[in-house]
């Protein structure tokens, strides 16, 4: 039996299992014209990173303040490009000691990850079977040609012809597995651009794998490319640093066999702060994003809107009185029922005055849409809840011709009650609100910190 060919045959079906595309329109560019990227329903408080696609299922880490890392699952929902409510804690899979994200074959079970090898103290390759329901067999490290053994820290070793750093310089971070079975990772060794670069192996006889090799300056630089991820052998995505020293996406095409030139995607998926970790198939996209510096590393994943009416609803419209009713930010309103992030249809006449007041403080001031529950339920729960109150409200101001980038989201669950200790039905109502506020714009706060910090006294004119 011919084990090489055997192997390629089992995992090239791996990614077609969720029909990553293949055909000629890059996943970014389906969500470039028309949509928004917006916060998924899953995000918490806490860092979400490390993306992987497993089964019908998107698996990503949850770090704490304590820096403490959880791993969860959350179902993909094709129709909203969503993930699925509640996401579920996936205990058997962190027991593997997985550190970043994976890459998973359905067609044999086997997941490949990078792990904390005590034996050569660096992050190497492992795998793992599926063998039950969320059960997996034993980690085992990949033989790959080249690791023979490590020498002191900080030194070079050569090992069939291939050179790399050892301890705490070198390491297998952050692999992916391609539809033709090479395993694409980053690494820092000493062969490379510079710091970490894009690598891969290639699957041999006897369940060894080739030494690795660097994808070539198509991608890598003298600064830090990360988190690769291929769709259809075709599209190489990774993350990079060479921009502005926050993470960038970037795609390089494979053409006639060698991958290109890589480019950066739309200004839609980049911002000013880190975006990185692209995962996509036929019919969805998430990637991890900073650009909500309030509340770090979330998900992210494309949000349609309808242009068309986008545009109607930003013409001019007719202002309401402004002595009829006078209000001041924070702006506390649009109460909800128990349980529920839907807004009463009585609060959107509420909602067309607050965005008409917005027009006045949009040039100088940004605007924080914070959400809240009533004390009822878990914290993890109402988190999640006020969060998709927060979202529902940052929608709506968006259709009606808000700019996304002036605003962001903050979700407080029940922690910032507005009647404490709520008793009556009525105080809890009070308590199920979303409020905004007005922050200065970077530039302004720059602009006023100058102006603080100046010793240049004014001058002073004096006259009999």
Partial sequence: MNTIKNMKKLVISSFLIFSVVTHLLAIDEKYTR???????VV????????????????VYSVIDAQGNIKLYSAVIDETDIELKEPPVEMPELQKLGIYGTFGFDESTGHIYFSRYDNGTKNYML??????GEDKWSRPKRLKIQGLKGFINTGSATVNAGWLYRNPGFSGFFNPTLAQDGNIYFSGDFSTGHGERDIWYISPLKG?????PQNVGAIANTDAREDYPFVSGDSLLYFASKKAHGDFDLYVSKKEGGQWQQATAL???YNTSSDDYNLIGTDNVLYFISGRNAAKGDDIYRPMRINIGEMLVLAEPRPLPEPEAVFRTFPWKL??????????????LAELDELYVVMQDYKLDFDFVIKGHTDERGSVPYNERL??????RIYRLLIERGMPASKMRIEAFGKSQPEVPNAVTEEDHARNRRVEVDIVRTAKEEAERAEMENSNTAPDVIVTE
């Avoid at 492992?126 to 063998?131: F, K």
């Avoid at 006020?386 to 979202?391: D, G, V």
């Fill in 34 to 40: 028309g949509y928004i990227m917006e916060p998924s």
């Fill in 266 to 268: 739309d200004p839609i």
């Fill in 334 to 347: 649009f109460y909800f029922d128990f349980d529920k992030d839907v807004l009463n249809p009585e609060f």
């Fill in 386 to 391: 006020s969060y998709r109150r927060a979202q």
């Fill in 43 to 58: 995000n918490t408080t806490d860092h979400e990173t490390a993306m992987s696609i497993l089964k019908d299922k998107v």
């Fill in 207 to 211: 369940n060894k794998w080739s030494i």
């Fill in 126 to 131: 492992y795998g793992s079977v599926l063998t």
